[in-house]
């Protein structure tokens, strides 16, 4: 039986403070609008890489919840 991917949405990052550091040190010395097209461009890659739909909608959700 196949099953669909799910959104993972417990913690799943090796080193997090490593990864906040890194996207921004990535948003230094921008500009809001270099920094809203850095954050577009980022999206994109990622959910390029995700290639599932279902889960990207999943994600929409989750992001949805949390503001």
């Known amino acids: 039986m ?7 949405t417990s913690t799943n990052l090796d080193a997090p403070d490593d990864f906040y550091e890194a996207l921004i040190e990535a948003h230094q010395d ?7 097209a850095f954050n ?4 994109l890659v990622l959910a390029n890489h995700i290639g ?9 959700a989750a992001a949805e ?3």
């Not at 196949?2 to 993972?8: A, E, N, R, W």
């Not at 921008?30 to 809203?36: A, M, R, Y």
């Not at 577009?40 to 999206?43: G, K, P, Q, V, Y």
Request: glycine share 0%; hydrophobic share 40%.
């Open 52 to 60: 599932s739909l279902p889960v990207l909608r999943e994600a929409f």
């Open 2 to 8: 196949i099953t669909s991917p799910k959104l993972v």
């Open 40 to 43: 577009a461009r980022l999206i």
């Open 65 to 67: 919840r949390s503001t």
């Open 30 to 36: 921008l500009s809001t609008d270099e920094s809203h």
